[in-house]
């Protein structure tokens, strides 16, 4: 049996140097986001969860989620994800500090620490993930480390509802 393991996709971030983001498992289970400068955060999906393939982590539902930082659990809450771009969100708790990446525009999402933007990502769903830190804030080793790890597990953006409708719409018409 060979492995279908993917190799670890490496990303260069402007303050925190290389970040490795892996997806391990046989049924990518587990997402892995390390580097020298910001502490290692695991997400897994529990065993047997019903796993969506349109989301690299395979669910959105909490229940079957477990995120770790440097060993020590934080609390994960996804949005259900349907029509409304904003219930695509995921929302963390770590050290204190809460998270939320939400989408803000069909390619990218924004990422706040405690009601503040801090960055915006994109990542299309192959681990690789950009980000721009915005200009003046703070950022901190754990911000950098939470937001890899989110958008490579969830994706970042998302249609406005509108376009969805619209979609929808056409889907039905012969």
């Known amino acids: 049996m060979t492995d279908t393991t993917p190799l670890p996709a490496a990303v260069e971030d402007d303050h925190f140097g290389a970040i490795q983001v892996e997806l391990t498992g046989e049924r990518g289970e587990t997402i892995v986001v390390s ?10 999906r529990a065993p047997g969860a019903t796993v969506d393939d349109h989301i690299a982590i395979g669910t959105r539902d909490p229940r079957h989620l477990t995120l770790t930082v440097d060993g020590e659990e934080a609390t994960i809450k ?4 349907k029509l409304r771009r904003r219930s695509y969100r995921v929302d963390v708790r770590c050290a204190g500090t809460s998270y939320r990446l939400v989408p ?5 999402s924004r990422l706040i620490r405690d009601g503040k933007r ?3 990502f994109s990542s299309g769903g192959d681990r690789r993930v950009l980000a721009e830190w915005r200009e003046g804030a703070a950022v901190e080793p754990l911000d950098a480390a939470i937001a890899y790890t ?5 994706g970042t953006g998302g249609q406005p ?3 969805m409708l619209v979609e929808a719409v056409s889907e039905l018409l012969p």
């Open 35 to 44: 580097g020298e400068r910001i502490p290692r955060v695991v997400l897994t």
């Open 150 to 154: 989110l958008a490579a597990a969830f």
């Open 161 to 163: 509802m509108w376009m």
């Open 78 to 81: 996804p949005g259900k994800g």
């Open 104 to 108: 803000d525009s069909i390619p990218s």
């Open 118 to 120: 801090i960055g915006d």
